[in-house]
């Protein structure tokens, strides 16, 4: 009698996490599946059943991902205890691992679109302006925290019709944050010239954020609400006239514009004023009318896959993830000299990439890196001593020092910043966030934790059931 054959599991048993029940938001376990180059979670929620979630098209890279992690930095200071255990109790509350790489001040709710897409849910019936003491103590709250924040947004919301805006910049200017941005669909700029001239006034450490989802009028109807092609050429016609630094940022959705980065890629390296792109895979929390996860989703390894694909720049060993939050960030750095770029991510050796306190990368200790920007600048005369430091490619990632006369305006970065929802929610993943919203209760809450519970002010009843 022959005994019965044992079967194997057709998947990789790779782990378990925390995540979310995707109807009513529960704490649940979930077990990470590997089959073939898919990752998937699979749920388990007592009242809704078991849910299966893609997280990954790309088990490869999933699997290196923490192989890049850092040991994250602490905040200066904390706002609140640990009482509930991740996530009701943020923030930042102690157990949070990193502190906020990038803060973002929602200075209004108002804005001159109502987007379909939209996580804070903002419309052109909202009229919420915060007063600029409110702003302020939240800029404050923000320095207690982090001493010299790295990187401030202002954001609503549409931050450029708030009333003060210019006075919230110079607000922000006389604080000690090394790095602002606004985050702006570009309608103001676009159509006011003396606002953009304020803007040039104040461009030293300013940055724009500017909304550029798609280079097709349909996409932008989807996305928007409307055909804004003018108003974004418009936009960057009027930064790149005053020589503001500008970075293109993209939500992207599945079947409507994922098929796009390398054509804006390559429509941001026309413009000097252009240091970057950031593809966010759209979010689904906030206004995101007709949104179908089975059919809408797109991951950070889809969008990855097409920028190794069709940039023609960055390849595999270019687009890795962010040390210090490598789940959620893939970045790839380049060195531009118009529309020609380098890249240089790759030629860092990964420890330089993962230690605790890296040196500044020079061309004398990389020789590669040396001769490929020489390469593309014609620098063959240049002294290997006169180098200055470039400064931080990213608060996370070593410092780079780079030929005397070149600066931020050659720098050119392609990042991924994907921002968990529902459906990709996890407790581990969560605690390492260093994106965080500033409240004007001052507190510092993660950009996924704020936007499923805190925004909306479900947090009080999930703490009861989660």
């Known amino acids: 009698m022959n005994a019965p054959l044992r079967k194997s599991r057709p ?22 599946l590997i089959d073939g180059d898919d990752v998937w979670y699979q749920k388990r929620c007592r009242e809704h059943g078991v849910q299966m979630t893609k997280i990954s098209s790309d088990a490869a890279y999933y699997k290196a991902e923490l192989s890049f992690l850092k040991p994250g930095d602490r905040p200066l200071d904390v706002q609140t205890r640990t009482d509930f255990g991740c996530p009701w109790d ?7 691992e990193q502190h906020s790489c990038l803060a973002i001040i929602e200075v209004n709710e108002a804005c001159n679109l109502t987007c379909p897409v939209c996580f ?37 919301g549409e931050p450029t019709i708030h009333p003060d805006i210019l006075t919230i910049v110079d607000m922000a200017r006389e604080r000690p ?29 300013l940055e724009i954020y500017l909304q550029f989802d798609s280079l097709k009028p349909e996409a932008l109807r989807e996305l928007r609400g409307a055909d804004l092609s003018k108003v974004r050429r418009n936009a960057l016609e009027a930064l790149e006239a005053r020589g503001i630094s500008t970075t293109l940022v993209c939500t992207v959705k599945k079947g409507v514009n994922d098929d796009e980065m390398g054509d804006i890629i ?7 004023c252009v240091r970057g792109v950031t593809f966010q895979p759209i979010q689904d929390t906030g206004r995101n009318l007709g949104f179908e996860a089975k ?18 720049i960055f390849g595999e060993a270019d687009m890795i993830p962010l040390p210090c939050n490598p789940t959620a960030i893939c970045i790839g750095y380049g060195l531009r000299n118009g529309e020609q770029v380098i890249p240089v991510t790759a030629m860092i050796p ?31 005369t240049i002294e290997p001593n006169a180098a200055q430091r470039f400064g931080d490619l990213l608060c996370c990632l070593p410092q780079v020092a780079v030929p005397e006369g070149l600066g931020y305006e050659n720098v050119f970065r392609v990042v991924i910043s994907n921002f968990m929802d529902r459906f990709d929610f996890c407790v581990g993943n969560v605690k390492r966030s260093c994106v965080h919203f500033v409240t004007p209760a001052g507190q510092i809450i993660p950009f996924e934790t704020y936007n499923l519970f805190y925004r909306n002010g479900e947090i009080e009843r999930m703490r009861g059931v989660g």
Request: net charge neutral.
């Open 11 to 32: 998947y990789l048993f790779h782990g378990q996490t925390q995540s979310l029940c995707e109807t009513c938001l529960k704490l649940v376990p979930a077990k990470i």
């Open 90 to 96: 943020c923030g930042l509350c102690p157990d949070h």
């Open 120 to 156: 804070a849910g903002s419309s052109q019936q909202a009229t919420k302006q915060l007063d600029l003491a409110t702003i302020g103590r939240m800029m404050d709250a923000l320095v207690a925290s982090e001493g010299e924040p790295d990187l401030l947004q202002l954001s609503g």
């Open 177 to 205: 944050i090394r790095h602002l941005m606004i985050n702006t669909n570009g309608l103001r700029i676009a159509s006011d010239p003396k606002f953009a001239d304020a803007l040039a006034e104040r461009r030293r450490g």
């Open 266 to 272: 390559a429509h941001a390296l026309r413009y000097r």
């Open 295 to 312: 059919t809408d989703r797109v991951l950070l390894t889809d969008i990855r896959r097409r920028i190794v694909e069709d940039s023609g």
């Open 350 to 380: 990964k420890d330089e990439l993962v230690a605790e306190l890296p040196n500044a990368v020079t061309f004398e200790r990389y020789p590669m890196l040396r001769e490929r920007i020489f390469d593309l600048f014609s620098l063959s």
